[in-house]
């Protein structure tokens, strides 16, 4: 029975794919003659005095968005790309990490040798905190790798769009040394 069944269906179908197609094909075939067939409208050129009669007849376009995306809104969100990773919030937080590191400014630098530098940073309530090599700094875990002469580099971890650990390495100048005039002492003679 199930053999008589699965032929007569397919059967069935054949014959019903066969109407179809001698009732749609000459259908397609006179749209696409007339698509092809009708004469090409002339488009005018809209110029500022064609432009000034029809703002007088009252044609005013107007463009609703309500509902629609922003064409000009980029496909990822570059605000979410980085992000900071999770950190322990029983944790108190030392005036160091309560501000994010674009706030601090590198006031002052004492260099005693290896792995001994110091540097003086202000934040924004303008209270002046020394850095040593290896404190953390600002509110994404950053940590001082290095004091240098002219500036202060700290590593920062956060996460990218893919939740992958990135390390970002941010410089925080002191001064422009090629711009900056100095103070020099004159030996009286």
């Given amino acids: 029975m199930g053999k008589i069944y699965s032929r ?6 054949i014959s019903i794919v066969l109407m179809l197609t001698a009732v749609l094909v000459p259908n397609l075939v006179e749209a696409r003659k007339k698509s092809t067939s009708a004469p090409l409208k002339k488009i005018e050129v809209l110029t500022p005095e064609k432009l000034a009669t029809l703002d007088e007849k009252g044609f005013i ?8 995306k922003d064409p000009f809104q980029p496909f990822i969100n570059f605000t979410q790309i980085e992000r900071a990773i999770p950190t322990e919030n ?19 630098i004492i260099l005693a040798g290896d792995k001994h530098n110091y540097a003086l940073v202000e934040d924004p309530d303008n209270l002046g905190i020394t850095v040593h090599e290896g404190d953390m700094i600002g509110n994404m875990s950053g940590r001082v790798k290095e004091i240098k002469l002219n500036e202060l580099i700290v590593e920062e971890p956060y996460l990218d769009i893919f939740d992958k650990e990135q390390l970002r390495t941010v410089v925080i100048k002191l001064r422009d040394l090629e711009e900056e005039s100095y103070l020099s002492l004159d030996e009286e003679d």
């Fill in 8 to 13: 007569l269906s397919f059967a069935a179908a």
């Fill in 61 to 68: 376009f107007t463009y609703d968005s309500l509902g629609r």
């Fill in 90 to 108: 029983n944790k108190p937080l030392t005036a160091l990490e309560k501000f994010s590191l674009n706030q601090y400014k590198l006031v002052g």
